[in-house]
């Protein structure tokens, strides 16, 4: 097994003038509880795009296990065991619960072409994608379209499509975003609770589930990486403490 | 709820795939002009081909959320070739619907490679190009179509070398009424396997398609064929039946009528696009009686009050009152 599960070197990316990822190197390793914060617009979720593809990068690479997946599409990268969820709500809002994970287990093994057979005749496709649900307490709600979930649950829906294809790598984008605080603490206890065989990076602003949940951190702040370290570490840098506290140790 | 078994979802999907009772008299009302009406089985076999068009054009946009106002290409592409195979001199009927259901979905599956790549309105500005490239191929082909004089010489043999197609529309009422349930059964099938589904995805969310690893691309291009397919099978039965081809099977008018047949009836149902599809051919036979030239103002008063007052069409308003007559003992 090769050191990292996923990694992006000397990643580089501007908009124009804009500088929004600038020679970033990453290594998540095989079984990560990484978290990856940093105030707003320092490119967090722009690193997850180029990461999974959503975006090209002007310069770098990006590696899954020992592969270079660069130049892949989305899919492509999906395929090879890198999934996501995203900040904002990004589910099939017609599909119940049940059909939506389904649909991404059917996709995973490669049986979503085929038309001529009925969809109940894949039963273990979708006692797969019950046992998703199950595990991430969407059990007695399945049956329900996507739409009409509560906002905490459409937030695990999130997670269990991102499940559905196995992934080795997991990017989580502000998972708990909206959620109110007892219930974003079950989400994380489920993510906590996720095989050891994937490796988690999450984005979060609630830095008592950051300090709770990860067991490394890493800050970003324009773009590029300040400092990566275990919580203990982050929570004394007194780089981090300036840009999260500027203002008030100005004051 | 909390003793979920393991039998339970897939019994709870199975549900959703079992015959009605709505449907199988839909079916049997179906049969109804043979007995009712036999003055007016030639409208009846009309009704069938739209009702066949629409369904291929449900298929892409009601399931799949790729809009088409060039779907007529396909009809064309199917009726041409029947009748360029019966003026060579082979007028079998269900073969010759075969082979131009064949060429149909030939150029429905060339054209899928850049269906595939665009969405929303630059798929509209493509489907229309498609449709006025090929209409204006055919009109300049005229050694190959007719041009505009219409391809002559069209004779189709009698079906299962048995029945054949009479003054009345007996036969042609039939045989285009059993194409369409033979083909609206692969339709249901497949709205109700994994593709069907997945189509289903593409139309909530292309985006988060891409994100589980969906195939969306090779997805669209195998839908877009299939679709090409019914449609062509459906302008190679009103070649057969009518035995004349003009360029009209290939205009833009031809492909706004289907849209509108499937807008008004509901989209994403497959039972919606037939229903719209008796509705306007219904009023427009009954209208055009009435005054000629304005019909179009009528179904266009028709198409802005449904979709005012019925967002899911004819077909989503009758489902709401059935809800509603349910829930209130």
């Known amino acids: 097994m090769s050191e990292s599960a996923l990694a992006a070197r000397g990643v580089n990316k501007r908009f124009g003038s804009l500088v929004v990822a600038a020679d970033v190197n990453l290594t998540l390793p095989p079984g990560a509880r990484h978290a990856l914060i940093g105030p707003n617009g320092a490119g967090k979720t722009t690193l997850i795009n180029l990461m999974t593809g959503m975006l090209r990068p002007d310069a770098g690479q990006i590696l899954l296990g020992d592969e270079e997946v660069t130049a892949l599409a989305p899919e492509e990268r999906v395929r090879r065991g890198l999934a996501r969820t995203y900040q904002i709500n990004s589910l099939f809002p017609q599909l119940t619960a049940l059909e939506s994970v389904t649909l991404a287990v059917c996709e995973r093994r490669r049986v979503a072409q085929t038309w001529w057979r009925r969809l109940i005749a894949y039963r273990e496709e979708i006692e797969e994608a019950h046992h998703i649900l199950g595990a991430l307490m969407l059990s007695a709600v399945c049956h329900r379209p996507a739409r009409e979930l509560a906002y905490g649950q459409q937030r695990l829906l999130e997670i269990a499509l991102a499940l559905a294809s196995r992934p080795k790598v997991l990017l989580l984008d502000e998972p708990a975003a909206g959620v109110p605080r007892e219930e974003s603490k079950e989400l994380f206890a489920a993510i906590a609770g996720l095989s050891r065989d994937i490796a988690v990076l999450f984005i979060e602003h609630d830095m008592e589930l950051v300090f709770r949940f990860a067991s490394r951190v890493i800050v970003m702040v324009g773009g590029s990486i300040l400092v990566e370290g275990t919580p203990a570490e982050i929570a004394s840098d007194a780089r981090v403490r300036a840009v999260y506290l500027g203002k008030a140790t100005r004051a | ?329």
């Open chain 2, 1 to 329: 709820m909390a003793s979920t078994t393991i039998a339970e979802p897939r019994h709870h999907l199975q549900a959703q795939m079992r015959w009605r009772w709505g449907e199988i008299a839909f079916w049997l009302a179906t049969l109804l002009p043979f007995i009712v009406a036999p003055d007016y089985l030639l409208l009846a076999s009309q009704v069938a081909i739209a009702a066949l068009f629409v369904l291929s054009l449900d298929l892409i946009l009601g399931f799949a959320g790729i809009v088409s106002l060039g779907h007529a290409a396909y009809f064309g592409t199917g009726a041409y070739a029947a009748g360029l195979i019966s003026k060579w001199g082979w007028g079998e009927p269900i073969t010759g619907l075969v082979i131009a259901a064949v060429a149909a979905g030939l150029f429905g599956y060339v054209t899928s490679f850049i269906i595939a790549r665009f969405r929303h309105l630059p798929l509209i500005m493509i489907t229309l190009g498609i449709g006025l490239l090929l209409q204006e191929s055919a009109n300049s082909a005229s050694w190959l179509t007719g041009g505009f004089d219409g391809l002559q010489g069209i004779h189709t043999w009698p079906i299962l070398a048995r029945f054949r197609f009479d003054l009345y529309g007996y036969t042609a009422y039939a045989y285009a009424l059993a194409a369409l349930f033979v083909i609206f059964l692969g339709a249901r099938r497949l709205i109700h396997s994994p593709f069907g589904l997945a189509l289903r995805g593409i139309r909530d969310n292309s985006q988060r398609m891409r994100a589980i690893g969906a195939a969306t691309h090779s997805h669209i291009r195998t839908i877009y064929t299939i679709a090409a397919m019914i449609a062509g099978a459906a302008g190679a039965i009103l070649t057969q039946t009518t035995e004349t081809v003009s360029l009209e099977v290939l205009g833009f008018q031809r492909s706004a009528d289907v849209l509108v047949m499937l807008i008004l009836g509901g989209t994403g149902r497959l039972y919606g696009g037939l229903l719209g599809a008796v509705v306007y051919m219904v009023a427009r036979d009954q209208f055009s009686g009435l005054n000629p030239q304005y019909w179009y103002f009528w179904i266009g008063l028709l198409l802005i009050a449904v979709v005012v007052v019925l967002p899911n069409g004819l077909l989503g308003g009758l489902s709401l009152l059935t809800r509603r007559a349910k829930a209130e003992p």
